[in-house]
């Protein structure tokens, strides 16, 4: 069977659009927005954010129940998310309601008012949110290490923002965050379902072709490099949490599917990583140890997270810091190398399974990319990684490099 292909078109307007057919009954539509915490001032941290929340909540043609209603009526979900760089603004809803969606999406772009009643009710939530988050030490650890090794930087400050910045939100600073990034040559909208490409083309041009702002968007300054650091906190926490990180290259560097296989024989979500081997297995220190890899667009971070009882701690960081300087300083034999390929890309496959997964990957990489990468471009690029390829990845990974940050 042929792997399914998406088609690309950009409107007059610059808003690109890329369509992936598929003949499930349930169909998924939303735009990619180049938009997150990283474009926040100092007085703005958590803007981003907030107003992913608040678009929900009234437009000149829309009150707040009504936009809620509108994709929930026919069975549908309406949703969002932010990270650092991009928002995502999506709905999954039955087939057949294609344009119901794309009008919805449009009138938020378009006309969001952002009614101080209905934000101040979610000005509450979202400080909710922000106390739940720091009364979790496993979450807000890692908040904490990127303020710290991307010190200085848009980069280093907590999504959600803060309770003073939160409490500072007013409409008119949402509706200037919303023209300033929500903008025809900063976003993408992405569909995937049985609908032709014809028809979505002409949809997003029915809906969204009058969108006229431009887009004024600076392009970030990359974080300076810091010293490593090794910082403790006491917060008389029941179990001590641990991030050990070090900065790696960003997601345009030729590397980067290196640092993903790397990632994954180190720590990924499988029970025979490396780490979890090492850490739970042998010695039963850890109940869990994961490793993960962030690629910004002009840089990228490694980290691993563990929690351990606080006399484990020492001995669960030599083990990591071992672990490391084997991989920095031997290639991986042939048939090591080629069972982590083999899982790597059958975890791959399996994840491609979440529909919703893959249309919002979708969009995502036509964001940053131009193009998503197809299922067989991902197995070219994994099999091609030499033992000596992941070797050099993991240069970066000695100890001497890395910084450590524990609560306990």
Known sequence: MATPSNIYHTLDNGLRVVHRHSD?????????VRAGSRNEAPEEYGLAHFVEHTIFKGTSRRKSWHIINRMESVGGELNAYTSEEVT?????????????????????????RFPLNEIDKEREVVLDEVASYLDTPADAIFDEFNDLIFAGSSLGHNILGTEKTISSFTPEICRDFLSRYYTPGNMVLFYMGPMSDNRFIKLAEKHLGALDHLSNITTPTPPAEVKPFNISRRLDTHQSHTVVGTRIPGMYDDSRHAYALLTNIIGGPCMNS????ALRERHGYVYSVDAYSSMFTDCGLFTVYFGCDDNHVKRCLKLIFETFDRLASTPLNPKALQASKKQYLG????????????????????????????ANEVIERINSISAEELRSAAERLRPELCSTLTFS
């Open 24 to 32: 499930s009954p349930v169909e998924y539509c939303g735009l990619a």
């Open 88 to 112: 995502m603004v999506y709905s999954a809803f039955p087939k057949g309601n294609a344009e119901r969606c794309i009008e919805l999406i449009s009138d938020l772009v378009a006309n969001s």
């Open 274 to 277: 490396l780490l979890n081997i």
């Open 347 to 374: 975890q791959t496959i399996v994840a491609g399974e979440n529909r919703e997964q893959l249309a919002l990957s979708i969009g995502r990489a036509t964001l940053f990319y131009g193009h998503a990468i197809s």
